[in-house]
């Protein structure tokens, strides 16, 4: 069982591109990275050479010895026995933050061999880069992020048949209400992909079982292999902190007021003692960062609050099971459950509008009266986003917006079918994957 991941289309695009530089596909670990790049060398090259410089660590030592690529080409045609060749041979360089050296001969196969295709895949190359000693190719490479599942392409493989209707109700030319027969389809499909999240293995082993207790095991496998990096990557004094930070994430989340708090990790705790573990998370993309703003202008991101901030992770489906909540629990609408829904919505509409636009999202608050879960500028225009679980979601905090910033367009996700009244788009929770497709309409 295979997810068909969209990101093979600019995978494909960017080998056909007359302008192509080396690539460096982004993403955090167990999102699929190394399985879409041999997936791109089998579908459009005729072979490709394979290296994990953190597996096969006896490579470093030839990239220490020389940048050339011709000579580095000649190593790995002997070494993997592979016949490489320009245009048909995709060379993959796995972990590549593991061999500093790797990464700077990019530069070098950009300026004198840049017919030879080369991709290279990082879990956690953004904080390899912040170490001391490290370089980068600047100018030299392009860049993807590949990140966790979306529930479209979820659904792909969950419900065929309603994904099939999606697609087509997508390229439609207007804006209608979804069909109630589909409507109520595409409400439960959504609550599955929130409980099973957007890990490939946990929704491979979940479809292919319907059993949930073989998914929540691929997922504390998951989360328990996270920790282990933490010691693998990071000074020995920095432990602690970040595995106390870690461990108590997502209990900043199960507050009403989200903001992230240091005394929630742990008693008479500082900015300062945590600032360093909290960029590690980000950068590792385990989690996503959402400042606060207070008042709007252009551009939106001179307007945040350094020191006011929401932690969320990556996956939906990791925070459910760092809560111990089982998928019953969501699935059956159990009402000890409705503390967290929230929560969970949230993070589920910012991974997909962390996928659509970037991680320049903020949230906005006027002091004490209203707070909007995600706001974000798309050219000259700022969107307010609105967040809710429920079927008939309370609009105060977003009224008191619309009222004071008279925005050209609002959204708010919900469980409510499509509708449109003025500036304001009811989107259901199932459409968001779908955000900047729909904006254009």
Same mark, same amino acid.
């Given at each position: 069982?295979?997810?068909?991941?969209?990101?093979?289309?600019?995978?494909?695009? @960017?080998?056909?591109?007359?302008?192509?530089?080396?690539?460096?596909?982004?993403?955090?670990?167990?999102?699929?990275?190394?399985?879409?790049?041999?997936?791109?060398?089998?579908?459009?090259?005729?072979?490709?050479?394979?290296?994990?410089?953190? !597996?096969?660590?006896?490579?470093?030592?030839?990239?220490?010895?020389?940048?050339?690529?011709?000579?580095?080409?000649?190593?790995?045609?002997?070494?993997?026995?592979?016949?490489?060749?320009?245009?048909?041979?995709?060379?993959?360089?796995?972990?590549?933050?593991?061999?500093?050296?790797?990464?700077?001969?990019?530069?070098?196969?950009?300026?004198?061999?840049?017919?030879?295709?080369?991709?290279?895949?990082?879990?956690?190359?953004?904080?390899?880069?912040?170490?001391?000693?490290?370089?980068?190719?600047?100018?030299?490479?392009?860049?993807?992020?590949?990140? +966790?599942?979306?529930?479209? &392409? !979820?659904?792909?493989?969950?419900?065929?048949?309603?994904?099939?209707?999606?697609?087509?109700?997508?390229?439609?030319?207007?804006?209608?209400?979804?069909?109630?027969?589909?409507?109520?389809?595409?409400?439960?499909?959504?609550?599955?992909?929130?409980?099973?999240?957007?890990? +490939?293995?946990?929704?491979?082993?979940?479809?292919?079982?319907?059993? @949930?207790? &073989?998914?929540?095991?691929? /997922?504390?496998?998951?989360?328990?292999?996270?920790?282990?990096?933490?010691?693998?990557?990071?000074?020995?004094?920095?432990?602690?902190?970040?595995?106390?930070? @870690?461990?108590?994430?997502?209990?900043?989340?199960?507050?009403?007021?989200?903001?992230?708090?240091?005394?929630?990790?742990?008693?008479?705790?500082?900015?300062?003692?945590?600032?360093?573990?909290?960029? @590690?998370?980000?950068?590792?993309?385990?989690?996503?960062?959402?400042?606060?703003?207070?008042?709007?202008?252009?551009?939106?991101?001179?307007?945040?609050?350094?020191?006011?901030?929401?932690?969320?992770?990556?996956?939906?489906?990791?925070?459910?099971?760092?809560?111990?909540?089982?998928?019953?629990?969501?699935?059956?609408?159990?009402?000890?459950?409705?503390?967290?829904?929230?929560?969970?919505? &949230?993070?589920?509409?910012?991974?997909?509008?962390?996928?659509?636009?970037?991680?320049?999202?903020?949230?906005?608050?006027?002091?004490?009266?209203?707070?909007?879960?995600?706001?974000?500028?798309?050219?000259?225009?700022?969107?307010?986003? &609105?967040?809710?679980?429920?079927?008939? +979601?309370?609009?105060?905090?977003?009224?008191?917006?619309?009222?004071?910033?008279?925005?050209?367009?609002?959204?708010? !996700?919900?469980?409510?079918?499509?509708?449109? /009244?003025?500036?304001?788009?009811?989107?259901?929770?199932?459409?968001?994957?779908?955000?900047?497709?729909?904006?254009?309409?």
């Amino acid at each position: 069982m295979k997810i068909k991941r969209d990101i093979l289309n600019d995978l494909k695009r @960017w080998k056909e591109s007359c302008y192509r530089k080396p690539l460096v596909l982004q993403g955090a670990r167990q999102v699929g990275k190394s399985f879409i790049l041999k997936q791109l060398g089998m579908q459009y090259f005729e072979n490709y050479c394979y290296v994990n410089f953190d !597996f096969e660590k006896e490579h470093k030592a030839e990239f220490a010895l020389t940048k050339d690529p011709t000579r580095i080409v000649s190593y790995l045609t002997a070494v993997k026995g592979i016949d490489i060749q320009p245009e048909k041979t995709l060379i993959i360089f796995d972990e590549i933050q593991e061999c500093n050296d790797a990464l700077n001969c990019l530069k070098y196969f950009r300026e004198l061999m840049p017919k030879q295709a080369v991709v290279c895949a990082g879990s956690l190359l953004g904080v390899a880069l912040k170490r001391e000693g490290a370089s980068f190719p600047v100018g030299n490479v392009d860049f993807l992020t590949l990140y +966790p599942v979306s529930f479209k &392409e !979820f659904l792909a493989l969950y419900n065929e048949k309603l994904s099939q209707f999606l697609d087509n109700y997508i390229v439609a030319k207007t804006l209608e209400k979804v069909p109630e027969i589909f409507h109520t389809q595409l409400i439960d499909a959504y609550k599955v992909y929130l409980c099973c999240g957007g890990m +490939p293995e946990t929704i491979v082993r979940y479809l292919e079982n319907r059993d @949930w207790e &073989e998914s929540d095991t691929v /997922n504390n496998q998951i989360l328990t292999a996270y920790t282990l990096d933490f010691a693998k990557h990071i000074d020995s004094k920095d432990i602690p902190r970040l595995l106390r930070l @870690w461990q108590n994430i997502q209990d900043n989340l199960a507050k009403e007021d989200r903001k992230f708090k240091y005394s929630l990790i742990e008693k008479n705790a500082r900015g300062r003692d945590y600032e360093n573990s909290i960029e @590690w998370l980000v950068l590792s993309g385990l989690v996503n960062r959402v400042f606060e703003i207070n008042t709007l202008r252009l551009p939106i991101s001179s307007c945040k609050n350094s020191n006011a901030f929401k932690l969320y992770l990556a996956d939906s489906g990791l925070l459910r099971t760092k809560f111990r909540l089982t998928p019953t629990t969501i699935l059956q609408g159990d009402r000890l459950f409705t503390e967290f829904k929230g929560v969970l919505t &949230e993070n589920y509409v910012l991974q997909s509008l962390v996928r659509q636009f970037g991680n320049d999202i903020f949230y906005w608050t006027s002091g004490n009266q209203a707070e909007i879960e995600f706001v974000f500028q798309l050219s000259e225009r700022i969107i307010p986003i &609105e967040a809710k679980s429920a079927l008939s +979601p309370k609009a105060k905090s977003l009224s008191e917006y619309r009222k004071k910033y008279l925005p050209e367009l609002s959204i708010r !996700f919900s469980l409510k079918n499509v509708e449109k /009244n003025d500036d304001l788009l009811n989107l259901p929770l199932y459409l968001a994957d779908y955000t900047k497709t729909l904006m254009k309409k």
